[in-house]
Each structure stands twice: as C-alpha cells, then as structure tokens.
C-alpha cells in the first residue's frame, strides 16, 4: 500500500488563467489507486495531440500560455501532472519515487487514453523523463518540442545543478511561490502562489525533494540505460519533426545544454532563442507555442 496525500480542491480554486477543468484516472495497475490529474482541452477526436510534461517543481500549471494556442490550431492537448505534483495524488515517503516508477505512470496514461500523432512538449524533469517515451512507442510520437531539459546519462551536471541540489536538500520544505517569484521576472503573486497551491505543507513535497536527486549524476543510477538507449534513439531512429526553444538565462539547462540536445536530435533546426527567459521557458509560452505552430505550418 503506497500512502499518499491528495490536495484540496480548494487549493485550487481562483487560480489565475487555469479555467480548466480537471480529469483523473486512478485505475494504473500496481499504483495502489493512485489518481492522476490530467488537463485534457481541445476535441478529443483531433487529428493531433500536444502531450505536455512539466518538471520540478513545477505542475501543469506551467502551460497555462501555451495551451491556449495549442487548443486554437485545432489539436487536442494534455497536460498530466506527475504523481507528487499539481492534483495528482502525492505519495508522502520519499523512497516511493524512481525513474521507473514516473516513466511507467506516463506509458500507462498514454495507453489508456490511446493518445497518437503525438507532439510531445517537454522542459525539465518533462524532459529527462518524456525524451525516454518515443522510443517504446515510435509509432505515437510525430513531433517534438524541446526546452531546457536534457538527457541525463550519469555524468556530473556541473556545479550550477550541484548547488541546485544541495540547496533542495536542505530546503525540505521548499517555498515555492517564493522560488517562482526569483526565478521568473515579472510574475505575479498570484501566479507565484498558484505553483504552490499544490502544497499545503511539508508533508505533501516528497516528490518535490525527490526529482534533484533523481537526476542521473552517476553512471550506475536508475534511468541512466534507458536514457543511453533514448540519446541513440534521438541520434538514429528518430523521423519526426522536431522545434527547439531555450531560455538563455537559465544557469543551468540553457545555451550550452541545448546545443548538446540540438547535437543529438536528428533533424533538429536552429533553437528559439529567448534573451529574457530562464529555466522556466512556458513563462514565455505564448511566444514559443506560436513559433512552433508557424514552424510546422499549423496556423
């Protein structure tokens, strides 16, 4: 039995520029009834779906600038959160949390909903995580939009993410509205406020403590082989197309990082490049959601 806490609706309630309404599954086998929330918009008999994957410590609130234009081209979009993040359910003991255990929830609710002609939309943890999909189910993916993320093949990520990590560990239970507020100039209080909605105290961040120390900083960690197997993939096997924003003040996943990406990513065209964005890159959404549509010819 997973225990697990599930935030209030209510926490949620007000939330500037989310109208959306929830969905949920709580059927994923080996997941103890665990209920995932999805934001599913747009009609769902569209020829083209925009699967977008938030990271840490973040939740689909984060696309809130993006959906939008997705939904208007006439795609459907999803938008999951996580098991620990947003509304999904969050697992309270730490250990609970792997590669594995992420990935295969997301395989699962790509199956279920039997999503396909997907453009898979990724940034952060969405990144690490989503880039490793495609590659057991080619047959669902067709495009792909990339922001500051990587593969994480179990080599040092440098000092930037080491002091991003030792600042996570002794930071347990982590403001997060506070965080946004430096992280991203010009939000709001309320936007602030509603990443952190999701966690009405320490006991709900779990997943949030867990994802720094999760990344694949040592070659003999979980999720280095599928992450090797999915940088061959992105290298060899991939035929879709492929669009690329990169927020250049992100100190850690920005210019250099994403060279290395465009490097292995068959076919991939020169970046977006946003002077003023940071590692949050959807903050900048509107921007990029349109750049790629006009890209693919989607407008």
Not at 79 to 107: C, E
Not at 193 to 203: E, K, L, M, N, S
Request: charged residues 20%; aromatic residues 12%.
């Amino acid at each position: 039995m997973i225990n697990a806490l599930r935030t209030p609706d209510t926490a949620f309630a007000g939330l500037p520029d989310w109208p959306y309404t929830p969905n949920y599954i709580d059927e994923f086998p080996g997941y103890d009834g665990l209920r995932v929330h999805y934001v599913d918009e747009g009609a769902k008999d569209a020829n083209r779906v925009f699967l977008c994957l938030h990271g840490q410590p973040t939740w689909a609130y984060l696309y809130r600038k993006m959906i939008p234009a997705f939904a208007g081209s006439g795609a459907r979009v999803i938008a999951p959160d996580w098991l620990g993040f947003g509304r999904s359910d969050k697992p309270t003991q730490d250990a609970v949390y792997g590669f594995t255990f992420h990935r295969d929830m997301m395989i699962a609710l790509i199956e279920r909903l039997d999503l396909k002609n997907i453009t898979l939309v990724v940034q952060d943890w969405g990144g690490l995580l989503g880039l490793t999909l495609p590659m057991d189910m080619p047959e669902r993916f067709k495009r792909l939009l990339i922001m500051n993320t990587v593969l994480a093949t179990g080599q040092s990520a440098g000092k930037g993410f080491d002091d991003w990590r030792a600042f996570n560990r002794a930071n347990p239970d982590m403001n997060i509205a506070g965080l946004m507020k430096r992280a991203v100039a010009g939000i709001s209080d309320a936007e602030a406020a509603a990443y952190g909605a999701p966690f009405p105290d320490v006991t709900y961040k779990a997943g949030v403590r867990r994802f720094p120390d999760m990344v694949m900083t040592d070659p003999d960690m979980e999720g280095v082989d599928l992450s090797k197997r999915a940088v061959s993939f992105w290298q060899n096997d991939w035929r879709g197309e492929s669009f690329m924003a990169v927020g250049l003040q992100d100190p850690v996943l920005g210019a250099k990082t994403m060279a290395y990406m465009r490097s292995i990513i068959r076919g991939c065209p020169d970046p977006l490049e946003i002077a003023e964005a940071g590692h949050f890159v959807q903050e900048s959404g509107d921007l990029v959601a349109k750049a790629a549509l006009a890209h693919w010819g989607d407008v």
